[in-house]
């Protein structure tokens, strides 16, 4: 079962806590800058990744872009109207964008602007006429710019720059810019100059540029210092923290500038200064014009004219050194504070810093709005350092930007405030009571919060007061006016056409408002019988107090208790109602007057009387109801009642089956028992099913006018059963049905079957009395002398408990039973002892003693295990060798546990009664020792049988010491011990030889695998490990071992000016090349022409031409006459380069050259008779046309005789192809049912449903482990939070909710989320699916309706694409798995459509006969042999191993139409006792081959733990030696281009095979490391490794 309580925890974190499902922030690199509109949009610059990114107002990304390269973005600015993004580069160039669609990419490129620093102020500025434009300040060095730019309108034509705007002498200084603003007609920045010589004059200065688009340059600029910095304060390590401009501010005016500045070396550490405006520029008009009024500027000999404001007459820059500033506004003592920023919202200045200590990162909120001290009132943690602060005018959040992450900071939270009392009392100044609308906000969200005492801010009093409610309960059935009073008076004045009211509410339901009447100006009257009458609950706890029309929202308000007795409809309802409301217990109903009734009850709560003393009930207990015989059912009650004239008691049952109640009469005892009178042929159980659990209850009524349920304590439920229903054979197994249950069943013997007492005169119920046992089987039969074998065995009435059998004895040896496997009745497990008697193999009774005293007998068989051979003999320290041990009843008893080589430890394979296979372990020495089987307890040893671990192998040399890249050359190393292993394999850099080394005790001959992903054509640096795989031996011991890659040998043309030539009396074919001296040309390099073989001739071979020498009945064509018939044709020329590099660098006309007879007397004869040669021409041309016109004729009535026999063997080979193919396709039922063993591969439940619930996880999911909870969360209050949430997704309105809103965040909750949501509650609910299948009614209903809504209907169940959709997926997976699993459990469905239907049935019908079951309620077994019955009629006839076409395939697009003779190779399998028939094909290619093999081999055995295909080899074994068979190698059939796949035909293995166990050890192991399986034919030997 999968843990609920993890996937709970799991849903709750994705839902509630974490946003797991939701749409993440994006994660920056290193965000430099952040500009925000007042809609809400962000823009975001990733110097780290050289991105922009806009995100909407919850920070999901919207889009991104690449920023052109060469620089990464300082500054970040939107322009007035925000239609433009403004970013600038540290390459000096700055770039503007579309701001709502960046993906348009830069709309303009400003190059140069920049002077290529990573100190920037950027300032946007509007244009008079209509525009936008920017400000630019920078500096380098000694180069300082400020520009002006224009982008749209007529600030197209606005681009004025400054040019260097001062000379600085050596680097005096080093001018940092930090921002800027537009004020009136100037723009404004803030700069910090850094003092580097004694010259300079360090200081934080504001620049003012004159906004005049008509000039070119910029001419003008003013700069003033701030004096609140002393000059030895500034240092490199100072740094501008920000730069925020007010609109108001008291002590500063109209407009005041506030600057954050921090100097670690000097105290105060961090100062917040403000200035006014105007103060600055009042100093700037009147500055004074001498260049020396600039000391930390190097003098200069021209003089300056002093502009007159913005009116410029000369070119140049007036510094102001005099005050322009106040003193500090906050001091800090720490210079951890790392952004500022200051800006008025809603009459109020605030101010926001940034900053970090040991705990953290903050940013603190101050009002600044009066004189200091500052007011703090508001602190956010942030997730890292904060680097830049900002906000934008319309906005409510203020974004931080740190180096990862853009956080949004609320500017305030009034509505944590949740009453009058601690929202007046915060010291928010932006918070208030806003006493009509009962919360706590801002002045402008709270409506007419001008007028007096409707928005309360700092002083508690103004609060509205409490309200005295008189009386303090209210019965409806003895109505009277409620007074209310209100201590102080109405809490605030009344506006035009409001009035007051007088507001009844129940819990957060919408307040009633009920009629009032104002006595005085503090009390008021109510009649609220009306509304607690629509109410209609028992009793009601409700507020009631004052409001205003103008919302009708309560305020002073005071609890009243209401009593509606009418309300209660049982008698626990009426009397939980304080004593007010009684219960009339005949007429069943509840009232406040008890004389309008008879029998009437009540209660006195003052006595400590509850309605559980009172009222009729029904107890809950235990009950259990046999179906199959006529039992009342005793139900336990309290104060039931006798019956009136004219009613009646019911009991009524409602059973899953049954849509209906079951009502049926009883039988009134006494007020404390019942008797239900049920009856045999009114309840009955589904077949195959013993019981079943029934909910059950107690009705009064009088035939249908009333009808009242006894109220239940607690969940009445009741089990029905049935003895006859329990799968049982024997006494004891019946009398074990009762143990803890109380059913009551006994063991009949006239009918042997377990029945309840009613149904048998003569039934067994107790021990004593069943039947002696009878065993009928023990398994295994044979086991070991010595002992320690377990057991199994079965028989008939083996007792009700293990403790029922006293003892088992095997002629003197005891068999001590075990408490595990015991199931009543039927079977029990034992573990034989030592038995040390007689002689071998001992067949010795079995005896078993019950406790009745009965006593019942088997056999067992001792036998004593030997082993006669191991093989191989010996193998190395490293292990890994395959070992053979033979011998005799090796598999007997519980089988091998266990073998031991010289003392170390050989992991087991496989076992047979007459060999173990077994891997060797690792050994640290060598020498011989005995082979050492542990079998149960036995311990085998034949000193004559032993082990040798050997030396390890050892190579010290290769030749040659160079591979190629595409490998298949041969690598010949040499050492010792080298044929010590089984196999080995030659591995280069990570790729190892497609088949094994040919070994030697000094020699390895191994082909080179290829080095590299494609080997052809590449090229390696030299230097590659390699090393080579022994069994489980280690390579050789230091460093890496390289050999060097060269280039691959390749050929690219043939000479073109002659095919052929003649060197000296020797012909030979020119082949141009590269590299071609790379390998051992002689045994590497083949040459083939036309399919014949072309020898190289060494002598002439250069690296880069090769030359062979062709078949001497080859020439070049001859021009001149010749007694010899020439036939002419093209041959490809290949030239093959080991076995794995092939080339065909193009083709030569082959000439072929035979002596032709010409009769020399004919050819004189024709010279001498001239005259006479003239005629017999004639005559003969004559002839001629004669024979041709008969010729033509003959030929035409050939052509239709031909064409009619042909068709006439067209339509006989149909016949005989229709004829074949029936024959074929005829399968025994045997073929189709035959599955062994019923060995069917499977996945229990929890695999299955993980595999299908989440098909991506691993073992580690969530839900599979226990809750873990974080550090530092208290566990029981999380458990408490799991709980109630558990509660929440139980009621289905909320779920519903939870579910439709997940699925409206359509760009936010992915298809993915869905999938997980809809999984998560499956395995939450698993324990309820009533429950999920109402949910999942409840959104299918919905999406159905949605989808024909939209006309789109087509679209359903198309895709996983809604949580509704994945639910019932997931529903369908839990409800149908016990259907198809069968009786055998299967989840690997087969889906078959089209022709498979017609032998589908014939399955299923063949196997309801045979097996007796209802296919209808089980189709894995039916399904799974169609699929294996499908697949063996599919492997009958031959198939394409290209196209996948079949000769018997069912669908009409793969059948293979092409004629082939096919034979059939039969043979068997050998697979230890079992022999297995097996059919090969010769047509079977050699991967077939294998697949067929392995499939007789693994039968049944799910493919993940089968070897593929690829794992293992085919040998083909001859007098002559071995060779491996693939499906490509240097024999393959050739025909130009085209290659023919290898199969059992090419090889000539058309024969009867005999195939051996997998672990036969005349067959060598495979190079896979594969165990080695062999096929014998009749002459070579094929085998399988």
Known sequence: MLSWRASLF?????????????????????????????????????????????????????????????????????????????????????????????????????????????????????????????????????????????????????????????????????????????????????????????????????????????????????????????????????????????????????????????????????????VGLSSIDSFMNSASCSPTSLPWRAATTSSLTCPNRCTISSPGAIGIPSDAGNAAYLSFSSDTYTSTLAFNYESLALLFIAYTDNTGTFIQEYNITTTPPAVSFATWPMPGPVTRLTWTSGQNYVYAITSTSVVKVPIEQCSSFTDCLSCAASVNPLCGWCTVEQKCSRRSQCQNSTVSSRWVQGSTSQCPSNTIVTPTTFTLERPTNITLTISSGLPFPLTGGESFLCLLSAGNGVPISVPCSQVNQTTFTSNITGAISQLNTPKLVVNIGFGSSFLNIPFATSRLTTYNCAAATSCSSCLQTDGVCGWCNVEKRCTALNSSCSNFISVTPAGGQTYLDVCPSLLNGSYLLPVAVNRPLVLNTKNLPPLAPGYLYLCSIQLSIIPTL??????????????????????????????????????????????????????????????????????????????????????????????????????????????????????????????????????????????????????????????????????????????????????????????????????????????????????????????????????????????????????????????????????????????????????????????????????????????????????????????????????????????????????????????????????????????????????????????????????????????????????IIRINGMNIMNVDVLSEIRVTVGGERCTVDLGTTTDTVLSCQPPHNLSTVSSTPSKKRQSSSRGNVVVSVGRLLSYTPGSISLVTSTVASFPIPAVAGGVAGGGVGLILLLVLVVAIIVVVYRRDSVKKRQQVSALMLQMETLETNMAEECKRAFTELQTELQDVVNVRDKNYPYRDFRSFAMKFLFPTAEDDHPILKPVQFPVGVDQSEAMKSLEWFGELIQNKQVLLTVIHTLENQRGRFNMQDRCNVASLLIVALQNDLH?????????????????????????????????????????????????????????????????????????????????GMDLLEHAGEPLFTLFRAIKSQLEKGPVDVITGEARNSLSEGKLLRQHLDVNVVEGVVENGNEVIPIKLLDTDTISQAKEKILDVLYWNTPFSRRLKVSDVDLELRRDTGTVLLYDYDSSNTRNGQWVKVNTLGHYKLGCVLRVWSPWDPSCVSGPHGAPAACLVPMGPQLCVT
Request: neutral net charge.
């Open 1331 to 1411: 429950y999920v299948t109402e949910i999942l009614q409840a959104l299918l209903t919905g999406h159905v309706h949605a989808l024909v809504t939209k006309g789109n209907p087509r679209l359903l169940f198309r895709a996983t694409e809604t949580v509704a959709e994945k639910l019932l997926a997931n529903w369908l997976c839990f409800l149908l798995y016990p259907y198809v699993q069968a009786r055998y459990v299967i989840t690997a469905i087969v889906f078959l459509v089209g022709e498979a239907t017609t032998l589908y049935l014939i399955i299923l019908w063949h196997l309801r006969i045979t097996h």
């Open 10 to 274: 799991y849903l709750y974190t994705c839902i509630v806590v974490s946003s797991l499902c939701d749409a993440q922030s994006p994660t920056f690199t290193r965000a430099t800058d952040v500009a925000v509109s007042s809609s809400g949009q962000v823009f975001v610059g990733d110097s780290g990744n050289g991105m922009l990114y806009r995100l909407d107002s919850s920070l999901v990304q919207q889009e991104s872009v690449a920023l052109p390269s060469g620089g990464s973005i300082l500054r970040l600015a939107l322009t007035p109207d925000e239609s433009r993004l403004v970013a600038c580069l540290s390459n000096g160039n700055c770039i503007a964008y579309d701001a709502n669609n960046l993906a348009k990419g830069p709309l303009r490129v400003f190059q140069g602007v920049l002077s290529s620093s990573d100190s920037v102020a950027l300032v946007s500025a509007p244009v008079s006429g209509g525009g936008n434009s920017f400000y630019v300040g920078s500096s380098n060095g000694t180069v300082n710019l400020i520009g002006q730019y224009g982008l749209d309108g007529t600030a197209g034509s606005v681009s004025r720059t400054s040019g260097n705007l001062f000379s600085v002498t050596a680097s005096s200084f080093t001018r940092r810019w930090f921002g800027g603003f537009v004020a009136g007609s100037y723009t404004y920045f803030v700069v910090l100059d850094v003092s580097t010589s004694a010259i300079s004059r360090p200081g934080v200065r504001v620049l003012r540029v004159c906004d005049n688009s008509n000039e070119t340059t910029v001419a003008a600029m003013y700069e003033a210092e701030i004096n609140c910095f002393s000059s030895n304060a500034v240092d490199p390590s100072s740094m501008l923290l920000g730069a925020s401009l007010l609109e108001s501010f008291p002590s500063g005016g109209t407009s005041t500038l506030v600057i954050g500045f921090s100097t670690p070396n000097v105290s105060p550490f961090s100062r917040v200064c403000t």
């Open 662 to 1067: 079951l009502h049926v009469p009883a039988n009134y005892s006494n007020s404390t028992t019942i008797s239900c009178l049920y009856t045999a042929a009114q309840i009955s159980l589904p077949v195959g099913t013993s019981t079943m659990l029934a909910n059950i209850s107690l009705i009064w009524t009088n035939s249908g006018t009333v009808v009242y349920p006894i109220d239940p304590l607690g969940v009445i439920q009741v089990t029905l059963y049935s003895c006859s229903a329990f799968s049982v054979t024997s006494c004891t197994s019946c009398l074990a049905v009762n143990m803890g249950t109380g059913y009551g069943c006994g063991w009949c013997g006239g009918t042997s079957r377990c029945v309840e007492p009613e149904t048998c005169p003569s039934i067994t119920n107790q021990l004593l009395n069943c039947p002696s046992p009878v065993l009928r089987s023990v398994s295994p039969s044979s086991g070991p002398v010595g002992g320690g074998t377990r057991l199994t065995i079965t028989g008939t009435d083996l007792g009700v408990t293990v403790g029922d059998i006293v003892n088992v004895i095997m002629e003197g040896v005891n068999c001590s039973v075990q408490p595990d496997g015991f199931k009543p009745g039927a079977q029990f497990v034992c573990v034989t002892g030592n038995y040390s008697y007689g002689g071998m193999p001992q067949t010795v009774p079995i005896s078993v003693t019950m406790r009745s005293g009965s006593v019942a007998t088997a056999q067992y068989t001792y036998v004593r295990p030997s082993i006669s051979s191991v093989f191989p003999k010996s193998g190395p320290m490293a292990g890994g060798t395959n070992v053979t041990i033979e011998g005799m009843s090796l598999n007997v008893g519980n089988g091998v546990k266990r073998v031991l080589l010289n003392g170390a430890t050989c992991v087991i394979l496989q076992s047979s009664l007459t060999q173990v296979n077994c891997t060797s372990s690792a050994q640290n020495v060598t020498g011989v020792g005995v082979v050492t089987v542990y079998i149960d307890n036995e311990v085998t040893i034949n000193n004559a049988v032993t082990f040798e671990y050997t030396s390890n192998p050892n190579y010290t040399s290769v030749s040659p010491d160079e591979t190629i890249p595409a490998g298949g050359i041969i690598l010949t190393f040499t050492g010792t011990y080298l044929n010590v292993s089984q196999k080995a394999l030659l591995v280069i850099n990570g790729m190892a030889g497609t088949s094994p080394c040919i070994q030697t005790f000094t020699t390895l001959k191994c082909y080179a695998p290829p080095v590299g992903s494609n080997p052809i054509g590449s090229s390696l640096s030299p230097g590659v490990d390699y090393t080579i795989v022994m069994d489980g031996a280690p390579g050789p011991v230091g460093d890496p071992l390289k050999i060097a890659v060269v280039s691959n040998p390749s050929f690219t043309s043939i000479n073109p000016n002659d095919l052929i030539q003649t060197v000296g009396s020797v012909k």
